[in-house]
């Protein structure tokens, strides 16, 4: 039965590659849910903003923007913070919204004054999103529209309006517990048909626009394609029957950001088409990499939904944060975590190179030296985090990973940041043979900074594997603490880590370090070899430090075939235990635990559920030992009983998934499971 099953899916795989995979933006509306209503709903946001907006709830009448979403505070501000009124018509017949790549849009009907509104938004810079309102009569009218802002109650301490600012901006500071401190700018073209009524200046702000007024832009609400590449504005109509209005929503944190934001928000106003329409194709050039290669329509849709995913939890520079970089998801994880940041970066440099080089710096502008520190030199912390940045451990060594990739991807203009990070990746990687290498024989532990288990298990990734049940720790120094066990993924990661410095120092010119490196790693292919690999199981185990192999057969030995530090005997033996549906071959593939073991536990975190991140290694691991047959029936197994994975609705990514009913589990919209569900896409499995 289990064979009949994998060729099935083969099939299935290998028939929906006949159907076009397409490359318009317009095509994958709706990839994930953006209305309130849905649990853990997709907040829109673009470049890094620390503000974001969504539809409002389906029983709402207004024709509305829910938000502002704030990042890092309050969440969700308001249901309708942004609603239109025509006529002084509150209620739209019928409203209907959607997300498309880089857009999210709102449009109703409004029957007494006989009109179709629309509200649009895309994102200006890291501090401001762009709306741009349009208004269609279907006959002659001079019936009043009103744009109106209903903020949260509590949230302002009081609202300033300066007429005569050019442009003309309404100021509302955050005073609720919780928030950040920012303030929003809420400003509008300045223009003689804009007049404003402030109802009550903790609750609503009514921007009264004159529709007897011809607007001031040359962008005709009739445009129908906001992210098409081309401007083909038609002809602008009249005032008596169509309008565009725009306003510019800003959240910043000081009054230096807002001084910066009111200059690009004047050019916007000046010429407010070219915004959207850069926008527009920045994201259709985003789309176009995202699905290059995909091999299905089904597979694209994964692709755009993986690029949402990533381009959502991006939060800009601010505070901690000296370069941007990505939450693990907006929901749960505000701060940019050590190996999260490298898995981003992966997939990154296929989008947006300079993204991947930010999210790697923001890590090695925390790297630690003995002068700063007085121990653990060059170390990199676990997570920055407002109020938490923890130095207990770090993660897992990755980093060079993602610049070696970068500069495959990106070769001229990653150089010089390739150039700059360089001595940061291998003083970070002795860091490893300095600080957790207790017994000094070449095979690495997993540790911590002080002595506390759960710090080292914390530095593995791996929270509550059950390999580290019994685990014990050992002193290896000052402010230097080492599990009682060499951990295959681990000392996989070094060997890996080795050749992506040595692949990067021959693209920097220096042979010779390249050399040395690529010595050292075969000495430690050998080494582990022999060190982690059990004949009796055919996987590849921890080990203690007296030489003695755990029992516990998990998914820390995928990265050992990722890697190629096993022997193609070794391999062949791994991949048949990869192949059996009681260990590894679940219905939803590669679990974090063998399912025969009595831990097992499918819901259990890091105790059997499937993370993609492991998946991806499995699948790159069967790949580069040429097991693609067996690679591709599991992968196409993983889109199949994955929820949300091989169907073309808007299911978010989960943080890991059941691998007996592919149910998604713990967060939504899951930063490393999208990054490599697009590397998967891509077909970038080195």
Known sequence: HMITRLLLLAAALAAGSADPVHKDPLVYKNVLNVSVDAPNFYVFSDLGAWHGFA???????????????????????????????????????????????????????????????????????????????????????????????????????????????TPHTLVARLTRSGAPNGQIRISFAPSDSVSFEVSDLKREYTAQLNASTKHTSEESSTHTNPNSNTNTSPETPTA????????AFTFCFNDTEAAVEAGLISEFFSSPSRVFASSGARWADYVNK??????????????????????????????????????????????????????????????????????????????????????SSSMIPDVIMPGNTNWCNTKPPLSAWAVASLLRVSPGPSRAFAQGIFPHLLAYHQWWYEYRDVNHNGLAEFGATENRKQCMAWESGMDNAVRFDDTTLARGGPSAWTASQESVDLNAFLYAEKLFLAEIAIALGNQSLATALQQQA???KTQAQ???????????????????????????????????????????????????????????????????????????????????????????????????????????????HGQGLGTTDATPLGEYYNPLTGQRLGTSHFGWTAAHLLLMVLGDWV
């Not at 923007?65 to 018509?89: Q, R, T």
């Not at 192999?549 to 096993?566: K, Q, R, V």
């Not at 991140?613 to 030992?625: I, K, N």
Request: proline share 5%; hydrophobic share 45%; net charge neutral.
């Open 55 to 165: 539809l409002p709830s389906s029983s709402s009448k207004s024709l509305a923007l829910a938000g502002p979403y704030l990042h890092g505070g309050p969440g969700m501000l308001g249901d309708s913070f942004f609603s239109v009124k025509v006529g002084g018509e509150e209620v739209a017949v019928s409203w209907e919204g959607e997300l498309l790549p880089g857009l999210l849009k709102v449009q109703g009907q409004f029957a007494q004054a006989h009109a179709n509104a629309s509200l649009e938004t895309v994102f200006l810079s890291s501090r401001t999103s762009a709306i741009r309102i349009n208004v269609t009569y279907a006959e002659p009218s001079t019936s009043p529209f009103a744009l109106t802002l209903a903020g949260a109650a509590g949230i302002q301490t009081r609202v300033q309006f300066d007429a005569t600012s």
């Open 240 to 247: 008596a029957s169509s309008h565009s209005f725009y306003v």
């Open 290 to 375: 995202a699905t290059s290669t995909a091999a299905t329509p089904a597979q694209a849709w994964l692709g755009v939904k993986a690029l949402l995913t990533l381009m959502g939890n991006w939060r800009s520079a601010h505070d901690l944060f000296l370069h941007g970089g990505l939450y693990p998801s907006f929901i749960g994880y505000q701060g940019f975590w050590a190996w999260d940041s490298w898995k981003h970066a992966r997939a990154l440099v296929h989008i947006d190179p300079a993204l991947a080089a930010s999210q790697i710096q923001a890590l090695y502008d925390y790297q630690m030296t003995k002068t700063q520190s007085g121990f």
């Open 522 to 524: 075969a000495t430690l």
């Open 530 to 640: 022999a060190a982690f690999f059990n004949p009796a199981t055919g996987f590849m185990h921890d080990r203690l430090l007296n030489g003695t192999l755990l029992p516990s057969l998990g998914c820390e030995g995928f990265a050992a075939l990722w890697a190629g530090l096993a022997s193609e005997a070794q391999a062949a033996s791994m991949a048949r235990v990869l192949a059996n549906s009681t260990l590894f071959n679940t219905p939803l593939p590669f679990p974090t635990f063998a399912a025969s073991q009595k831990q097992f536990d499918p819901t259990g975190y890091w105790r059997g559920p499937v993370w993609i991140d492991q998946a991806f290694f499995a699948l790159a691991g069967l790949r580069r030992y040429n097991y693609t047959t067996q690679a591709d029936t599991m992968f196409a197994s993983l889109l199949a």
